[in-house]
Nanobody, 124 residues
Framework: QVQLIESGGELVQAGGSLRLSCVVSGRTSSLYVMGWFRQAPGKEREFAAAINWSAGSTYYADSVKGRFVISRDNAKNMVYLQMDNLKPEDTAVYYC?????????????????WGQGTQVTVSS
């Protein structure tokens, strides 16, 4: 089993920055990919970014590319999402996710493990 706990979400003005953190615990040695997804009210959960747990390769949704950076610290079992130049449309609950395979890292239902989410609100 793998447990994920997110933190770092808060209210921020447009143009501001936030860094989300995700603590990963449990059987982390077999993880293949870590992802960040987000879900706004009334909308489906959508892919934001992902990182290969061992190799460090990164992947981004077009909507966040150039503004968000995903990173990981394997020694600390942490995953981060640095979010810059935030926009009101970035407002959502952000979820950390993990999986042992990488068949389709942009699809939420491919991930077996999820955190409880952290709220990010961007005011205009």
């Amino acid at each position: 089993q793998v447990q994920l706990i997110e933190s770092g979400g808060e209210l921020v003005q447009a143009g501001g920055s936030l860094r989300l953190s995700c603590v990963v615990s449990g059987r982390t040695s077999s993880l293949y990919v870590m992802g960040w997804f987000r879900q706004a009210p009334g909308k489906e959960r959508e892919f934001a970014a992902a990182i290969n747990w061992s190799a460090g390769s990164t992947y981004y949704a077009d909507s966040v590319k150039g503004r968000f950076v995903i990173s990981r610290d394997n020694a600390k079992n942490m995953v981060y999402l640095q979010m810059d130049n935030l926009k009101p449309e970035d407002t959502a609950v952000y979820y950390c996710a993990a999986d042992r395979t990488g068949w389709n890292i942009r699809r939420a239902n491919e991930y077996a493990y999820w955190g409880q989410g952290t709220q990010v609100t961007v005011s205009s």
